[in-house]
């Protein structure tokens, strides 16, 4: 029991070094890039996932539908794994990372011009299959191209620039709810467009030399992981 607070009580206290760390230094941790992730969250975790529900109710005005293509945009998220693997296996972490939100980008500003629920439930998985490569392929950035000591405050400013896209995401829908679903998810699509240009600048290039192995042997220990 002594054992296990002692742990816990060292953990937590790393955990409020990486904090002050973060906050004296922040443009240290921050990257331009991280502007692409927040688009991101403006358009896939604030506008789509009240947009698009509604749109598909309006236009269908069956809930089956409305089920199958949100069903069929969390079944897209799954694939984020195969984004991942295939980054690392073929060193493709750019050009992934681009494609996620093109696809995304692409399928959001179709959804409203189609009117069969098969093609929405293609575009949803789509729309879904992207998110997830994009996010990963964010993370992976970080994982594989940054220190170990720098993961934690990296990865929280990245995950505070997504968050703060939530919230303006979802204002945005608010604005939209009142039957101009189809325009907003328009702008959602159109909004993703500019983190193909800002997601370039200060992306890392080239991964180190060894940065995989010593980043797989940091995630195990960071998970407890013997």
């Known amino acids: ?11 937590s206290r790393d955990r409020l070094r990486i904090v002050r760390l973060a906050l004296s230094a922040p443009t240290r941790y921050i990257r331009p890039w991280y502007t692409a992730y927040l688009l ?16 598909i ?32 296996r073929y060193n493709l972490y750019r050009p992934l990372f681009f494609l996620g939100f093109a696809t995304a980008a692409l399928a959001t500003i179709l959804m409203p011009v189609l009117h069969t629920v098969l093609s929405w439930f293609l575009m949803g998985f789509a729309i879904g299959a992207g998110t997830g490569g994009a996010a990963t392929l964010a993370s992976l950035f970080i994982v594989d191209f940054s220190p170990r000591e720098e993961w934690e405050p990296r990865l929280g400013f990245l995950q505070s620039f997504n968050g703060a896209g939530q919230v ?21 699509g159109v909004l993703l467009m500019p983190a193909l240009l800002v997601g370039r600048v200060g ?20 998970l407890d992981v013997q």
């Open 1 to 11: 029991m002594k054992a296990f607070n002692k742990s816990t009580n060292s953990r």
């Open 203 to 222: 992306l890392p290039e080239k991964r180190p030399s060894g940065a995989l192995t010593s980043a797989r042997i940091g995630l195990h220990e960071t």
């Open 40 to 55: 991101l969250g403006v358009a896939t975790a604030g506008m789509i996932p009240i947009l698009l529900p509604l749109m």
């Open 168 to 188: 303006i995401g979802l204002l945005l829908a608010a604005a939209f709810s009142r039957g101009s679903f189809d325009t907003g998810l328009a702008v959602a």
């Open 57 to 88: 109710e309006a236009y269908s005005h069956r809930l089956i539908a409305v089920a199958m293509v949100t069903g069929a945009y969390d079944l897209g998220l799954l694939t984020s794994p195969i984004w991942g693997v295939a980054a690392e």
